[in-house]
């Protein structure tokens, strides 16, 4: 069975029956779960304080699970960028541990990669995605396969159609506000030609447009071979934008750089979401509205066919990928 | 009579009826009041679009009158730092215009520093401040006071007090969100051993330790002389904080800087707003809950003595300070 322990890095789990249910499932799913003694600690809006967090992420990394699932988000990672022993979080991946989650976690994934180039995996947080009522009819699938090295792409519709994009290079990103935290600091993976992928939540279009500007300002758009835009949700509108909204944001970086931006990715602070392995080389393959991301046998991506006919809800985004290159679905 | 123009170089202005009463208002404060021509421009979110607004603020450098006043702030100056002819805006900053404004005019007045190390205002917006119900008993003063030449200094109180604090730097700051989106880019003013002055609006205290984690991440905050705090107002607290603030906030960041950070600067998105010259040359002193900061003759200000006891509400922050050092209220 694969080991898979939870930890919260981050924001504080209110209740304990939410993780207790994560943990039940997970382990239906076929883990051998483990929750690691300090996951529901309490301290102001932290999961214990700073100390505990730090010691509960060299604990997880000395035990080295096959995965790492943090129970939730929140803020947290940054305050313990300065003081973690990336060695031992790095050796950690490097043997096999895969660290797993979103939002937050963000940080502690580009961090790995900037001390380490280590490889960790976007991907569902244990609480927000599998303690709630309902599970997602793709996010557990996929989560499994990606735990078990199964998955190794996934195929998207784009809301708007491409000539034909061809591009290869490291997969990395997460949230937006969370990556863009990290610019001018030592956590920051100087990324060059590589694939950007990107989601945020409770942020305003031109909250959004900001930090993609500084992303362009700083050189680091024109510097990446394309792109992806998971989902940008749950920002109030407001009675002055008269026109100007996620679409139009997007038209105005797409003005400024070359490289191509790809809307659509299943991946953000939705329900359906798929699991990215964040800094592994991975190609990427667009072709009017299908898009595919490959990290595999990239070889056998480059030329895709598929007769999908599904609209951009990527109700179907983890793509359950064989090494054909074609949906299994 | 001093020529002062109102231009609007980011949100629009959604109602004249605030910019006329606000340019009336300047008449009455004694300026020569000019208001661009597509000062009420309306695209999207947007005083027109960026061609618009660019041509606006390239003409009143082309002006260069005494006082270049924005009506607002809102979103829309980082779309165009890149397009900016610096040498323009810096030549008229070089030759007597003041640029003034709050909030988004950050970008502006970081990148004048950054371009041409020219000096600016951050001090009020025409509309924001003098075009409501009411007046501010001290912000109308105290901006006339420093657009005339006259300010050489404030004084505040502290909101926690100090054994002696002492320092001289270049004055450089403004709002926090604004200020770290520069962070990597070309606009960024590498200010070594300043004192940095921040405030922000609609941010969780969360999101301002984050911000403010990131300018110490990346060294910023160790290379400053000090650091001071204006206003952090209109956030939403979250029953998740359980005894987190702003306070917890300050707390953290002293725990992790030598750098002595001053609360109480009646600066920010609040009523009573002291002008600061960016870019100047300033002395600092801080005794017990008395903060002073001066930038007009630094010899006579290190030691400084008076006996008001007012709170740190603020209420007379714009000193007016004689040379004397002392606040004639």
Same mark, same amino acid.
């Given at each position: ?25 997970? #382990? ?161 993976? #100087? ?13 305003? %279009? ?40 996620? #679409? ?17 990715? %299943? ?63």
């Amino acid at each position: 069975m694969t080991s898979l322990t939870l930890f919260t890095p981050s924001g504080v789990v209110a209740k304990a029956a939410p993780l207790r249910l994560a943990a039940k499932r997970l #382990k239906g799913f076929g883990f051998d779960v483990s929750v690691d003694e300090s996951a529901l600690a309490k301290h102001q809006r932290f999961a214990g304080d700073d100390d505990l967090r730090l010691a509960a992420l060299h604990r997880v990394a000395a035990q080295a699970p096959s995965v790492a699932l943090a129970t939730r988000g929140g803020y947290g990672l940054s305050r313990l960028l300065d003081r973690l022993d990336w060695k031992k979080l790095v050796h950690a991946a490097e043997h096999g541990t895969r660290w797993v989650g979103y939002s937050d976690m963000t940080a502690l994934q580009l961090g790995l990669l900037a001390h380490g180039k280590a490889e960790s995996w976007a991907g569902p947080l244990a609480v927000s995605d599998f303690g709630g009522d309902t599970l997602d009819e793709v996010t557990p699938d996929c989560f499994v396969e990606a735990m078990t090295g199964a998955l190794e792409a996934v195929g998207f519709r784009t809301e708007d159609g491409f000539d034909g994009v061809e591009a290869k290079g490291t997969l990395w990103g997460g949230n937006l506000c969370v990556l863009n935290s990290l610019l001018g600091t030592p956590h920051w993976p #100087k990324v060059k030609g590589g694939i950007l992928f990107l989601e945020d939540v409770n942020e305003h %279009p031109y909250r959004i447009e900001r930090n993609l500007l500084q992303l362009h300002q700083a050189g680091v758009l024109d510097a990446q071979k394309a792109i992806l835009l998971g989902s940008f949700t749950d920002f109030t509108k407001s009675p002055l934008d008269r026109g100007y909204s996620l #679409k139009t944001v997007v038209a105005h970086l797409r003005s400024l750089t070359r490289t191509p931006i790809v809307t659509g990715l %299943p991946y953000g602070h939705v329900a359906t979401k798929v699991c990215l392995p964040v800094g592994r080389k991975a190609s990427l393959a667009v072709q009017g509205r299908d898009a595919f991301l490959g990290w595999g046998t990239p070889h056998d991506h480059a030329h895709h066919g598929h007769d999908d006919t599904h609209g951009p809800d990527c109700g179907d985004g983890c793509g359950h990928v064989p090494s054909n290159g074609k949906r299994a679905r």
